[in-house]
């Protein structure tokens, strides 16, 4: 069976420090990867998704960049996070059916201080 | 662009209700419907999946429903338990998967 992880769960920056947010997916090869991030009293925003190995869409402008080193390993980044960055983290996989289901890892809460 | 609305925004009932969580969206152009829980400080929970040529899904207590011409989707829960309590999330999927803000539901025993 497929099974989606994320790490770290709990990440606590300053302002200014650099982010590294891990996801990886077993059990299935040529997942569609997804970055969403839900910020506190608000919905999910799609951040970044991926179609395939170094292929990475960008959905919202901002200061995080995302990277896909190999076919099931999606990472977040930023080279120097800001206050605006804190929220939870959340990495999603689909198969390559357009009618595929949609399935979450258990997410990485973000602050920054 | 797809936008996803949700109601009620919250909802608190004594256990044993069935309840009826409603989802609307603006754009009928969509492979499928999938509905979510979420739990506080958790990721989301697959619940149903819902298919553009089907009509309904259920799971258990749970009954969804699409009607994807009127841009609606309705989450039934049977016989509502305190363990329901949770976010549950619709997001219909176009190029892309589109979030509702949620509702949150509250089942007191």
């Known amino acids: 069976s497929q099974t989606i992880h994320q790490w770290p769960a709990t990440l606590v920056q300053p302002v200014g420090s650099p982010l590294s947010l891990e996801c990886t997916v077993e059990g299935t090869s040529n997942p569609n990867l997804y970055w969403y991030r839900q910020a506190a009293g608000r919905g999910l925003q799609l951040l970044f998704y991926?179609?395939?190995?170094?292929?990475i869409s960008s959905e919202v402008p901002q200061n995080l960049s995302a990277s896909r080193p190999q076919d099931r390993q999606f990472i977040l980044s930023s080279k120097k996070l800001l206050l605006s960055d804190s929220g939870f983290y959340l990495c999603?996989?689909?198969?390559?059916?357009?009618?595929?289901?949609?399935?979450f890892g258990e997410g990485s809460r973000l602050t920054v201080l | 662009k797809q936008e996803v609305t949700q109601i009620p925004a919250a909802l608190s009932v004594p256990e044993g209700e069935n309840l009826v969580l409603n989802c609307s969206f603006t754009d009928s152009a969509i492979y499928n419907l999938q509905w979510f829980r979420q739990d506080p400080g958790k990721g989301l929970t697959s619940l149903l999946l819902?298919?553009?040529?089907?009509r309904e899904q259920t799971s258990g207590r749970l009954n969804a429903s699409l009607d994807k011409s009127s841009g609606r989707s309705t989450l039934y829960i049977a016989a509502s338990q305190p363990g329901d309590s949770a976010t549950y999330l619709c997001?219909?999927?176009?190029?892309?998967?589109?979030f509702g803000p949620g509702t949150r539901l509250s089942v007191l025993p």
């Open positions: 819902i298919q553009s040529s089907q």
């Open positions: 997001a219909p999927h176009g190029q892309n998967f589109v």
């Open positions: 999603a996989w689909k198969g390559l059916a357009n009618t595929g289901e949609l399935f």
């Open positions: 991926s179609v395939g190995i170094g292929q």
